[in-house]
Nanobody, 124 residues
């Protein structure tokens, strides 16, 4: 069982930065692949980025490459999402998620555990 709690969302101007955190509980959380997803108003939840537990390999959607960075600190049981050069189209509720084993890292349906989400609003 893994429990996830996101924090760090807020209102930021375009071009600004935010760092989201996801605190995880559970003895084996560091053996889970962790991902960030987002859901904008009226849209489906979409994949943002993920870090595979076995080798630390990172996968990101094209729209955030070069701007967003995922990282994890296993000692602190925390997942991070550093977001730079934010744009209004990044406005969404951001969710962290965990999955034990999957090759379909970009598929929300594969993830077993989800946080409650943290809202990010980017003003133009």
């Amino acid at each position: 069982q893994v429990q996830l709690v996101e924090s760090g969302g807020g209102l930021v101007q375009a071009g600004g930065s935010l760092r989201l955190s996801c605190a995880a509980s559970g003895r084996t959380w560091n053996s889970y692949t962790m991902g960030w997803f987002r859901q904008a108003p009226g849209k489906e939840r979409e994949f943002v980025t993920a870090i595979r537990w076995s080798d630390g390999r990172i996968y990101s959607t094209d729209s955030v490459k070069g701007r967003f960075t995922i990282s994890r600190d296993n000692a602190k049981n925390t997942l991070y999402l550093q977001m730079n050069s934010l744009a209004p189209e990044d406005t969404a509720v951001y969710y962290c998620a965990a999955v034990r084993n999957t090759i379909l890292l970009m598929s929300a349906g594969r993830y077993e555990y989800w946080g409650q989400g943290t809202k990010v609003t980017v003003s133009s």
